[in-house]
């Protein structure tokens, strides 16, 4: 009977220590929107990290200077491509509203010449001509409630700027003392936690900072190829003449996509390739079957380098933690789910490689 005892109060502590991990990181996931500049901010550390290392090594400079050096150079670049792309998607946002509303025209124009046609619409039964009626109420109705979103939308980005300026404020701050205050920080930790919570917490977070930093460089860095070559690729068709109006939306989607597990570049570039080849492009349909080549022969080449080690997750789970967290949070947490997904597979490594059942229920011994 003791021996029921003990092993079911073991049982009941498994399940209360996994239960509260997953709080905890549901918690984390909800308060990363709240801190999103700290989140920011922690990330670029962790990718500015291995550069500061290496100038401290090589030309002997402190933390603090080679942080500020590393700082400043990297957001001279981001605020430089941000600029141009600002400018650049505003231009291609602009032309395809403008695009839009010559579309949506034309769809009124043939919808009121088919209204006005008494002659043929006498030769209609009342259904279909009732249904006419209705589309062109409901189309009148969609450009009114476009319109209305687009301006609304405008208002809305506009009253968020001054909060934009004050994220991007902390953000830099809290950037400068995570390079610069790195060894006071885990100091301060130590010296505040029990010493036991400290081997356990370095442990961890050696692991899981070796491989989130992995993981987001490599996913990072592949999904910034992929931009890089669409970009380039799209507007070199664009000069030549082909019917490409938006290169860097179209560029930006393609990346998006990319960085979806399974999903891939191919999901967009093969229906588009199609579409433009049954349209009788047959030439764009081509093109963008080639591009599409290139970009997977050379992430094939390159993803091996970049990803020298698995993080040891299937696409499946990293796609559904990708989900859980927008569904959550929304668009941050596509990024915020597979980097905690990640934290609770090292956390609980052991577990998972045992089974996680079979772990929870197994006598010792």
């Known amino acids: 009977m003791v021996t029921d005892i003990n092993y079911w109060s073991k049982v009941i502590k498994r399940i209360f220590s996994l239960a509260l991990t997953l709080i905890l990181l ?18 670029l550390a962790l990718m500015f990290e291995p550069i500061i290392k290496f100038l401290m090594k090589k030309l002997k400079w402190t933390r603090r200077t080679s942080s500020i050096i590393v700082i400043i150079i990297s957001l001279s670049l981001i605020i430089g ?54 589309a062109q109420t409901g189309f009148i109705t969609s450009i009114t409630n476009l319109v209305t979103n687009i301006v609304t939308g405008i ?18 701050i809290s950037l ?56 380039i690729g799209l507007t070199i068709f664009k000069i030549v003449g082909l019917n490409i109006g938006f290169p860097l939306l ?28 049954i349209n009788g492009d047959i030439k764009l349909g081509v093109s963008i079957l080639v591009l599409w080549i290139i970009m997977i022969v050379v992430r094939n080449m390159l993803e091996p380098k970049l990803v020298s080690k698995n993080i040891g997750i299937h696409p499946v789970f990293t796609l559904v933690a990708m989900f859980t967290g927008y569904k959550l949070i929304g668009f941050i ?23 996680v059942i079979r772990s929870i229920f197994e006598r010792d011994g």
Do not use: R
């Open 155 to 172: 208002k809305d980005w506009i009253l968020k700027i001054p909060n934009l300026i004050m994220s991007i404020f902390f953000t830099i």
């Open 81 to 134: 491509i941000i600029g141009w792309g600002a400018v650049t998607l505003y231009n291609e946002s602009n032309n395809l509203l403008t695009s839009s509303g010559q579309y949506y025209k034309e769809i009124g124009d043939f919808l009121n010449n088919i209204f006005n046609n008494q002659s043929f619409l006498e030769k209609l039964p009342d259904e279909i001509v009732n249904s006419i009626n209705n």
């Open 250 to 277: 179209i560029s930006l989607g393609i990346a998006f996509v990319d960085a979806l597990p399974i999903l891939g570049s191919g999901s967009v570039m093969i229906p588009w390739a199609i579409i433009e080849a």
């Open 333 to 355: 947490g596509m990024i915020v789910g597979p980097i905690l997904l990640i934290v609770l597979k090292e956390i609980y490594t052991p577990l998972i490689e045992k089974g």
């Open 26 to 43: 549901l918690i984390l996931l909800k308060l990363s929107v709240f801190y999103t500049p700290f989140l920011i901010s922690f990330v």
């Open 176 to 231: 400068y003392f995570m390079c610069t205050d790195k060894i006071y920080m885990i100091d301060q930790l130590e010296h505040h936690l029990p010493d036991v919570w400290t081997k356990k917490l370095t442990i961890y977070m050696h692991k899981i900072t070796k491989k989130l930093g992995h993981y987001i460089k490599a996913e990072a860095s592949l999904i910034l190829i992929s931009f890089i070559i669409s970009l």
